[in-house]
Every structure is written in C-alpha cells, then in structure tokens.
C-alpha cells in the first residue's frame, strides 16, 4: 500500500472571494482526477511514476492551451520530488494553473494530491513546475497574453515565476560549469570491492513506436508519454542493481531538446551512474529517428530512486563498478549531482520558516541561494496584511507579525528615475552615507554580476558592547516585465574563511532588501523590508514602539543621497552598473 502522511493536506477551494466580494476562480486552471485502477500500477500495487507524469503532463498542457488559445508544447519541467507513493484504489487529484505568460512560453504549476475515498482524507504527493511553447500557426510566432493576477496567492506565484525563469535559463550552464570544475574523485575504491555490481549489467536500451494515441493533434509526441517511457528504463535499470522493486523519488530538471514526431522510434537507453548508500541515480537519454536518418537527441534526465523495506524505510544498497573512461566521469558528476540536488532541496525546497538563518555559500550552491533570497524577498513583499504604525515626513512605517515572527516596512518617495534608485542602492558600500548604522562595508566576492558577498559593521546594540558584523549577500535584479519592481535581496550566509571573532558579535539577517517601482515622471515608490531577527530588533524596536523616529531620519537621508548622487552614477564600480 501507499504510504500516507500523518498530516493530511485540507481540499482546496475552487472559488475564491476577493475584496469587493466578486467570486473569482482562474480562468487557467484545469483539474484533473483519477482513480488508480490495477492497469495504472506496478508490481507494488502503487500508482506507476511514469503513468502519473503523463497525467501531470496533460493536465498542466491543457492549462497552458486555454491560456494560449492555440497547441502547445511542453519544453522543460523543474525538479520534481515525489513525497509520497499511491495505491491502487485512491484517487489523484492533479490542480494545474498558469502561473505567467511570457511572449511565446509560459509557467504553469502543477499540484498533485493523493484522496482516500474511505477516509475523507486528502494529501500532498508532489508540486511542479512546467515551462510550455505555444506552437507556431499559419501567421506566424505567437504572442501571448499577459496574466494579471487577481489574488495574494497568484501575485506571489507571478512573482516568483520570473525568479524561477532566471534560474532555467542559467541552469544548464551553471550545472556544466559545476561539474567541469568538481573535484576528481577517485573510483579506485570501488573498482576493490568485490561485491561491487558492474554498472553494464545496469545497462537497459529499448525502441518505442510512436503511434497516434501517443501524441497530440499536432502529431507531435506528449512530453509525458517520453518521460514515462524514461521512467520505465530507469526502473529496469535499477531494479538490476539492487534485485528489488526501487521507488522513484525524484527527477532533476530538464529541458526537451527537440520534437518528436508520429512515426518516430524513440530509442531509450539507461545506466546506473552512480549508488550511494541509500539511493542511486539513473540516467536516461532519449533519442528519435525515422527510417535511416541519424538519431536526434530529444532529451536527458536524472532520476533518484530508493528501495524501501517492510516499513518504508530506505534500505542500503549495494555498491557499483563504473565502467571505464565514461562510465568514471559519470560516477564522479553524479556524486557532484548529488551535492546540487541537497542544496535544491534544503534551500530552495523548505519553507522559510524552516530555513536557517545563515545558510553556507559555495559555487555549487550560488544559483540557489540566490533563487531563495529573492524568492523571500517577493513572498514577504507580496503580503497584504501590513498594519500602518506611523507616518512622518512622508514615510510610512508598516508591520506584520505572524506565528512570532516580526517584520517591517518602510515606504517612500524620490524623485529620482526608478533605474537610478536601483544603481544607487545596489552598492552596499555607498550606504554608510546615509544610513549611521552602516559604519563599515567591504566587498568579499563577486560570486556572480548579480550577487555580490559583503561583510558589515554595525554599532553595538548596548552601550559599551562589542560591534556587529553581517556577512550578506546582495542579489540584485532587473524588472522583468514592465509592471515588475527592482530588487535588490540581503540575506546573511556563513563564508569559512570570515568565521565569527571575538571581536565581533556575529548578526544574521534572513530576509530584508529593497523593492523599487517606478512611477510616473521620473518618481520612483521604495519600500524596504525586513524580517526582523535577533541581531536586528535592538535597532528598529523603539521606531516600531513609537518612541524613536531614527528610522524617518535615516529614510529622510537615503531620500536626499538619492536625490544629491543621482547624476553621479559614471562613479559606481563596474559590478554595479
């Protein structure tokens, strides 16, 4: 049987109510529900993994298609982690949505939920995000609507989809970048071990024909058909290393490299690359050709599986002989994979509450980092419920406290052009020329042209007490579309070589930057945010309490740095600009 979570998810509301009372629900979302029958499922009795990827890949299809109002195409899926399994008699449940259409493609998120008729109760089994094409008509390329978000919900995903579109487009150069450069590890130890399972006796290869009933009206093949053939040879392949029935937990994100076509066989082929102790890593390749054409690459992916025991617990699995020459390189990159795929998962997976204050920096882990930075950032700044405190000389003090959790913001005005504001502000170190509370800023590294690491000092919260320092890193970003704000995210990670020294007391900051919108006539809206932690409450608690107005001052000051510097910008540093 399946297993099920102890905390079941609640049935979500089709309809939502919105302020002036008008019942709203997207346009774009399309529901999906199946019962899983004997035919659906594996040797397990649980629900194929490759029969629910053709399901979340139709439903998130059809989302796109009313959006689009033409065919689309699927071109690349996030990672994707499945929590839990299904069995044979429960019910899923697949929710799929466009979250923001860019010109020609667009993000729909995909949720999957597991029901147990019996019991009434519903739970989570996995959460993705799927990049479609809309296809070329008879007039040519097609340009698609822009979404307007109508609640809290869809705005923060509208956000976020920008962020996450960064991320895939920078995804596979970072990801080669990383393993081009990751250590040599050795495989001579495994080549020792005499219980080491070669990985050729892993090696599967199959042809498939694509019928009609395997593509769309466009007799183009579904993207879910070729990830559920590439789940089936990766589960073979497993199931040769460890003579059992793996479980598939999860597959990294790809991208569909070319069309297949009606007619196409599809050749796929998989490989263990790699078993740690209680997990492997697959990898498939698919490719397609008609008649004596030469194969075209459509796709490649990375799949982890497990092996579960009696009480679903991962049991360890046996160790693998990689085969010379390629079958090295590819245990040494999935060993790098590895470390990529933890990063992803307890950075960008885990929700902020569960994210530590300071996360370790590294080059594997940048692009991630990053992500979550201005993720939380556009989360916090996409809350509605901010409580007005006061207001003075023109800026607002705001505050919003949930689950013992503070956070405030600050708004203003300049007339100064939104770009400048954002050029201005991005370099750290011109900030002690406003804002007292910045006595020392120095740059660590520039990790990327959009991120940089600097080391800040603060003054002492008590009188006669040791000085702050902040590690932070700074991720800024340009609007993506029109209607999108600057931003520019701080959040405090750990560098070994800055630990913490006694002459210091270490402050952390994990989520704080500014938004910057323009309006009209060269006048620019800036809101900066905080989510206030222990090392940063000593300096704004009296503001918030009403018993200081330091922070009007210091706003007052950037105000007028803004509006004295705003034609100065040929001075910034290079990594600014």
């Known amino acids: 049987m399946a297993n099920e979570p102890s905390d079941p998810m609640p049935l979500e509301e089709p309809m939502f109510i919105l302020g002036n009372g008008e019942m709203y629900r997207n346009q774009t979302e399309v529901k999906m529900s199946q019962i899983v029958l004997p035919c659906h499922a594996n040797y397990c009795g649980e629900l194929s993994a490759g029969q629910l990827l053709k399901w979340m890949d139709s439903t998130a299809c059809l989302s796109a298609e009313r959006h689009a109002g033409c065919s689309c195409i699927t071109a690349s899926v996030d990672d994707i982690h499945f929590e839990t399994t299904i069995g044979v008699g429960q019910v899923v449940n697949i929710t799929a949505k466009v979250n923001r259409a860019f010109t020609s493609s667009m993000e729909v998120g995909i949720l999957v939920s597991c029901e147990d008729l019996f019991s009434d109760r519903q739970w989570k089994v996995c959460h993705a995000f799927a990049t479609f094409v809309a296809r070329r008509t008879e007039s040519g390329k097609v340009q698609l609507k ?160 497990e092996v579960l025991d009696n009480d679903r617990k991962p049991c360890t699995l046996p160790r693998i002989r990689p085969e010379p020459v390629d079958g ?133 919260v008590t009188k006669g007490g040791k000085v702050q320092d902040f590690i932070l890193l700074a991720s800024r970003r340009r609007p993506c579309d029109s209607g999108d704000p600057y931003l520019i995210a701080l959040r405090s990670v750990t560098l070994p070589a800055y630990p913490p020294t006694e002459d210091y007391n270490r402050g952390e900051v994990l989520c704080a930057g500014f938004s910057i919108w323009e309006e009209e006539n060269s006048f620019t809206k800036i809101s900066y945010y905080n989510q206030a932690t222990p090392g940063v409450l000593p300096y704004i608690s009296t503001d918030i309490a009403g018993l200081s107005s330091s922070f009007y001052c210091t706003f007052a000051s950037c105000s007028a740095f803004l509006e004295e510097n705003k034609d100065s910008l040929a001075s910034l540093p290079t990594s600014t600009l």
């Open 146 to 305: 822009q979404l307007i978000p109508r609640t809290q919900a869809e705005q923060m995903e509208y956000s976020l989809a920008a962020e996450r579109r960064r991320m895939r487009l920078i995804h596979a150069e970072i990801i080669n970048d990383l393993l081009s450069s990751c250590s040599s590890q050795t495989v001579s130890e495994c080549l020792d071990y005499q219980d080491a399972v070669p990985a050729e006796r892993t090696r599967v290869e199959s042809v498939e024909l694509v019928l009609p009933p395997h593509a769309n009206h466009q007799v183009s093949t579904f993207g879910g058909q070729i990830m559920a053939w590439m789940e089936n040879v990766a589960t073979i392949s497993a199931s040769r290393l460890c003579n059992a029935h793996p479980t598939l937990r999860s597959i990294d994100m790809f991208h569909f490299r070319g069309p297949s076509h009606i007619g196409d066989r599809l050749v796929l082929k998989a490989i263990v690359n790699n078993a740690f102790k209680k997990s492997m890593e697959v990898g498939v390749c698919a490719e397609a050709y008609q008649g004596g054409e030469p194969l075209r690459h459509i796709n490649t992916a990375f799949m982890t599986f």
């Open 328 to 460: 090295k390189r590819r245990f040494q990159e999935a060993i790098a994979r590895k470390k990529i795929r933890l990063d992803r998962k307890y950075i960008i997976s885990c929700k902020q509450s569960e994210v530590p204050l300071s996360v370790p920096w590294d080059p594997s882990n940048q692009m991630y980092l990053s992500y979550n930075n201005v993720s939380a950032l556009k989360m916090l700044a996409a809350r509605t419920n901010w409580v007005l405190t006061s207001e003075k000389h023109k800026v607002s003090l705001y505050t919003l406290e949930e689950n013992q959790i503070l956070c405030f913001k600050v708004e203003t005005h300049v007339a100064v052009a939104a770009e400048q504001v954002f050029l201005l502000l991005s370099d750290l170190r011109r900030r002690k020329a406003w804002d007292h509370h910045y006595q020392e800023c120095e740059v660590i590294t520039d990790s990327h042209e959009d991120d940089t690491i600097y080391q800040v000092v603060t003054p002492s």
